[in-house]
């Protein structure tokens, strides 16, 4: 199969080299939730420097399986192995060199009352409440053998574990050393090791809240994040050029939510003292990327810059880990090379993978031999490419979930639209496989993102692509309070919770349906979080925009989740009491107005089939929020469906996806029963 030009030459897609891991392409219009939640069939894959070499990790039933593929004989071999009847996942695999791999293991564990912390204490870093991790790091050669420890937890015990070990930095220039960032006794270490003896040399020892170092020119550590307010806020600091550590900003919100922050350190600086940060500086209303001087305290240089979105990431080279590019989250995923050569084939591979999907530079190869890249779209669930710079050649490597033929696969566009109040909005709408713009009175689905502060992406989502997939239009609107085009965006959502926010929706939803693509008489109103609130006000407050509503782990009463916040992270003084206060409203000082907005102070007013999920181990949001809606609704004699999923907390995570499928399939059959099924394309 021929995909167009790259550079001077022609690129051509390769079958899967090691097979297909997930099966036959598949060829039925229904497509199963494993193409949208749970463990994908293959990930984190890795290329050799000399790009002779591929690792990755392989799921199978009986858990994870690291595997290396030799692209000259096309033998693959498992090497290591870790069980899911034991908990274990490999989280990572990284080539160091040709010859020798750094991979990760980690053991999961529920955190139980009077197990040496409450439930709901969590890390900083993973995002897991009620839930832990163990991890170690290990190296080896490409058989497996020769293994070494690069840190073993067993034998540090009884201190908070903020972070989890991980690769600070590979050393691509030095063959036997690596570096770590490890939890100890002491505080998180940042440490030098030998790949091939595990011993090490302590560089730097932060609290035991430090979660992130960043690095400069000579691997001297010159910015430092630490967790603050128990995980759910943090603080930048700076060295100084007296080795002092100077606060810099600290940040207040739930899973150190800042959309458009004023700073956020992203890696290793060109110069001594400096590093690469994103920030605002002068006042600037988007994100940018910066040579930042720690020693002073000032943005240096410039790397890039947009009018438009958030700019947090970096292309490097893989193997001197030089700036090369710089990437962001627009419409689309976007890259934008400084290296004219990369630059150049760059835009060859954007154009033989086709303008649909999303194209990351991922681990190792080299910028003068192979690459490897990740591409995703809304019709493409995940694969993995090898491109040869030499001769210009793409190679389509695997499938990250089974094969999916295309034509079962939904499409995307953006929306453009303009709220009732003058402002020039957009949003992505998914169409039914076999759907165009042009096709009329399709069933929707209005799904708006979690957080707020947060924002919809191109490319795969699991309730949007099911539900479309399965004939559903659905519709995720970029409204006001979400993160990735501006800190005003973000601002203009604050205290806005069921009111601007929700319009800026329904304003949406009302577009969608005046275009003619949905049926006005056959919109539902579904979300996770936020989403999941914004689905519980509109039970009761937009009956006149949607026929049900589904309210995944949304908050049903702000004036309850706000006195939650202040008992359970922290009391008045809290970061994270203090964000919620600002972006949801201030309860003390007018109660009244919160449970104007709250579906468990409306329930007389709900008028609409209500379906109500949540996680029996949310703390993010309480699964309490969900009870108390409940007992709301059957004590007003109101019929409502409910699924309390036992064992599942608030995050979308691969080791939770017989909980997805029960979301996603229970949600399909709530929408059948109140929109009528999902639309198929003429035969």
């Known amino acids: 199969m021929r995909l167009g030009q790259v550079g001077a030459a022609a690129a051509a897609i390769a079958v899967a080299v090691f097979g297909n891991a997930g099966g036959q392409l598949a060829a039925q219009a229904q497509i199963d939730t494993s193409y949208f939640v749970g463990y994908e069939t293959f990930r984190s894959a890795t290329l050799s420097p000399d790009g002779k070499t591929v690792?990755?990790?392989?799921?199978?039933?009986?858990?994870?399986?690291?595997?290396?593929?030799?692209?000259?004989?096309?033998?693959?071999?498992?090497?290591?192995?870790?069980r899911a009847d034991q908990n274990l996942e490999l989280s990572f695999v990284q080539f160091k060199g040709n010859d020798r791999l750094l991979f990760g293991l980690q053991q999961k564990f529920e955190i139980v009352e009077g197990k040496g912390s409450s439930r709901g204490k969590r890390s900083a870093t993973n995002d897991d409440l009620g839930f832990s991790y163990t991890s170690r790091v290990f190296s080896s050669d490409l058989s497996g053998g020769d293994l070494k420890s690069l840190y073993d937890p067993s034998s540090e015990q009884g201190f908070p574990r903020w972070v989890s070990a991980s690769i600070e930095d590979i050393l691509a220039d030095d063959p036997d050393h690596v570096l770590?960032?490890?939890?100890?006794?002491?505080?998180?270490?940042?440490?030098?090791?030998?790949?091939?003896?595990?011993?090490?040399?302590?560089?730097?020892?932060?609290?035991?809240?430090t979660i992130n170092w960043v690095l400069d020119s000579n691997l001297k550590p010159v910015l430092r994040e630490d967790a603050v307010s128990g995980g759910k806020g943090t603080a930048w600091s700076r060295r100084d050029s007296k080795g002092k550590w100077i606060e810099i900003v600290r940040f207040r919100g739930e899973d150190r939510a800042n959309g458009?922050?004023?700073?956020?350190?992203?890696g290793r600086g060109p110069r001594p003292g400096t590093a690469i940060v994103s920030g605002r500086p002068n006042s600037r209303d988007t994100n940018g990327l910066y040579v930042y001087d720690a020693a002073n305290g000032t943005f240096a240089e410039t790397i890039f810059e947009h009018p438009l979105f958030d700019v947090f990431s970096v292309m490097r080279d893989?193997?001197?880990?030089?700036?090369?590019?710089?990437?962001?989250?627009?419409?689309q995923w976007e890259c934008v090379p400084s290296d004219p050569v990369l630059a150049a084939h760059w835009a060859g591979i954007e154009e033989a993978i086709g303008a649909d999907n999303n194209v990351r530079l991922a681990s190792g190869g080299s910028l003068t031999g192979s690459l490897l890249v990740m591409v995703d779209g809304p019709k493409e669930p995940g694969a993995y490419y090898i491109y040869d710079t030499k001769g210009n050649a793409l190679e389509r490597f695997q499938s990250t979930r089974k094969e999916i033929d295309p034509a079962f696969m939904p499409s995307k566009i953006v929306f453009d639209y303009t709220a009732a109040d003058g402002t020039e909005m957009w949003g992505y709408l998914w169409l039914p496989p076999g759907a165009t713009k042009d096709t009329r009175n399709l069933p929707m689905i209005v799904l708006p993102h979690g957080g707020p502060e947060s924002r919809d992406t191109w490319g795969g989502d699991p309730m949007a692509g099911y539900w479309s997939a399965n004939g559903y239009a659905v519709f995720q609107p970029h409204f006001r309070g979400g993160s990735g085009t501006g800190r005003k965006w973000v601002e203009a959502g604050h205290g806005q919770w069921g009111q601007l926010i929700q319009e800026d929706i329904n304003d949406g939803t009302r577009a969608v349906v005046a275009s003619g693509i949905a049926?006005?008489?056959?919109?539902?109103?579904?979300?996770?979080?936020?989403?999941?609130?914004?689905?519980?006000?509109?039970?009761?407050?937009d009956t006149d925009v949607y026929k049900c509503s589904l309210a995944g782990a949304g908050v049903s009463d702000l004036r309850a989740m706000l006195q939650w916040v202040r008992k359970e992270q922290g009391g008045t003084q809290s970061v994270s009491y203090k964000y919620w206060n600002e972006a949801i409203g201030d309860y003390s000082s007018d109660a009244s107005k919160l449970d104007r907005y709250s579906a468990n102070q409306n329930v007389a007013k709900v008028g609409m089939p209500l379906m109500i999920v949540h996680g029996e181990l949310d703390v993010t949001v309480p699964v309490e929020q969900s009870q108390m809606m409940v007992a709301s609704m059957k004590k007003a004699g109101k019929p409502y469906e409910y699924i309390e999923l036992k064992g599942m907390d608030h995050y979308l995570r691969r080791d939770q996806g017989d909980d997805w499928t029960v979301v996603l399939t229970r949600g399909k059959a709530f929408f059948e029963q109140h929109i009528g099924p999902g639309w198929k394309a003429p035969q």
């Open 180 to 209: 770590l960032q490890t939890p100890s006794t002491g505080g998180s270490q940042l440490r030098k090791v030998n790949i091939k003896t595990g011993k090490f040399d302590v560089l730097d020892t932060g609290s035991f809240n």
């Open 318 to 331: 893989p193997g001197t880990a030089k700036i090369v590019g710089a990437c962001y989250q627009g419409y």
């Open 55 to 82: 690792a990755g990790i392989l799921r199978d039933d009986n858990g994870d399986m690291l595997i290396v593929h030799n692209r000259e004989t096309l033998v693959t071999r498992p090497i290591q192995r870790a």
């Open 519 to 541: 049926d006005g008489n056959r919109v539902c109103v579904a979300g996770w979080s936020h989403g999941g609130y914004v689905a519980f006000t509109a039970s009761f407050r």
């Open 260 to 266: 458009a922050p004023d700073f956020e350190g992203l």
